[in-house]
Structure formats: C-alpha cells, structure tokens
C-alpha cells in the first residue's frame, strides 16, 4: 500500500526558507493519473491548501500563498517537496503531503505530518 | 472565516445519530464540485472518510454516509461509538477563488 512520510526542517528561523520532501513507497510516484501536494495545520486550527503538482510540472497553489511556495517532484528519488520562503510565525503548523487525483478528486492519501515552527 | 461552514462541534451518546453540516455557495458547493469528507482522531493525520459527496473508501464502516444538496452537504454518523471522537472537515474547490477550500472542522465528543 502506498505511503508518504515528510522530512525536513523543524524549526525555521523568520524571514528564512522552508524545505520539506516527501517520500513516496510502496508504489510509484510516476501515475499521470494523480497529483501530489501539501496541506498545512496550525495549532488548534483548522486545514489549509497549500499547492499540488501533477507529473506534468503542471502545478498549482493557493493564491493566498503562491508567491512564496513552489512545489517540485523528483521522479528518480521518488518524492516530491515544499518550498516556502520569507516564513513567519502564521506558518508554524503542521505540514502533511498527500496525494490526489484529478479535478475534483479527494486527497485520498496523506503522510503522518511533520510539526514546522518558525522561530528565532 | 471559512470558506465552507461547519459547526463548531456536535455531541452524542454511543448508539445515537449525528449530522454534521457542511454550508457552501454557488461558487463551490453549489456550482457542482464534489464535497469530501475527512475525520481527524486526536494527534493523527486526517483520514479520507467520505468522497463523491456519498462514497465511502474501502474500510470505511456504513455507519457514516453523505449527502448533499444545493450549496450544502451533510456527514451522518449512527450507532455512534467511543472510536468516532474526533475532527470533521468537509471539502470541495471554490471556483471564484480557485481554490481547495476546507471547512473550518467540528469536534465531535461521545458523551
């Protein structure tokens, strides 16, 4: 069954850039049929979209975030990633990725989130 | 604010029915995207638990079933259990902002 599990930075200083990747096993990322994105929790709130790319390099991304965020997929390492930069504390949450298919498709498949805090 | 409006949080006793709301507009709901919905336990990643407006994914019980009408939808939940205390969020895309939109979850407690 396939699975996704997050790594990267857990603790980001203000005004500096996130990095985190997504893992992809027990099955491969190459499907044209499905996307791969992130969706962010803050603390005690509720779920945020962040973006999505499809293998095409098609991506896209919330508009509320998308001058900071890009996403990437690195087909041979099987994973994909988040990048945000100019991080503040709004963005300490908990960061998940998912996969997804089409249009209007659900977010089927989700990692075990990773908790992000941006602070000095 | 979100874009889709749950209630806070609903209640019940083992055994009982609940409902969840799920309150859109003509640009979501209404323009005819599909709501999905997740449940969140405590401290774990949220679940797919409904998806199509009334599909339940391989290994979801049919104790929880949806529905929807016009700009809204609605999670049932019966013979509710112990193991069904969590988050609800339901979700669709919104075509005027071009955007996944989520609602803003309901805590469901078992009394």
């Known amino acids: 069954q396939l699975q996704l599990q997050e790594s990267g930075s857990g603790l980001v200083k203000p005004l500096q850039t996130l990095s985190l990747t997504c893992a992809v096993s027990?099955?491969?990322?190459?499907?044209?049929?499905?996307?791969w994105g992130w969706i962010r929790q803050p603390p005690g709130k509720g779920l945020e979209w962040i973006g999505y790319i499809y293998l095409s390099g098609s991506t896209f991304y919330n508009p509320s975030l998308k001058s900071r965020v890009t996403i990437s997929v690195d087909r041979s390492k099987n994973q994909f990633s988040l990048k945000m930069n100019s991080m503040t504390a709004a963005d300490t949450a908990v960061y998940y990725c998912v996969r997804r298919g089409s249009r209007d498709d659900p977010f089927d498949i989700w990692g075990q989130g990773t908790t992000v805090t941006v602070s000095s | 604010q979100s874009v889709l409006t749950q209630p806070p949080s609903v209640s019940g006793a083992p055994g009982q029915r609940v409902t969840i709301s799920c309150t859109g507009s003509s640009s979501n709901i209404g323009a005819n995207y599909d709501v999905h919905w997740y449940q969140q336990p405590p401290g774990t990643a949220p679940k797919l638990l409904i998806y199509g407006n009334n599909n339940r994914p391989s290994g979801v019980p049919d104790r929880f079933s949806g529905s929807k009408s016009d700009t809204s939808a609605s999670l049932a939940i019966t013979g509710l259990q112990a193991e069904d205390e969590a988050d609800y969020y339901c979700?669709?895309?919104?075509?005027?902002?071009?955007?996944?939109?989520f609602g803003g979850g309901t805590k469901l407690t078992v009394l």
């Open positions: 027990g099955g491969s990322i190459n499907s044209a049929d499905y996307s």
């Open positions: 979700q669709s895309y919104d075509t005027s902002l071009s955007v996944v939109v």
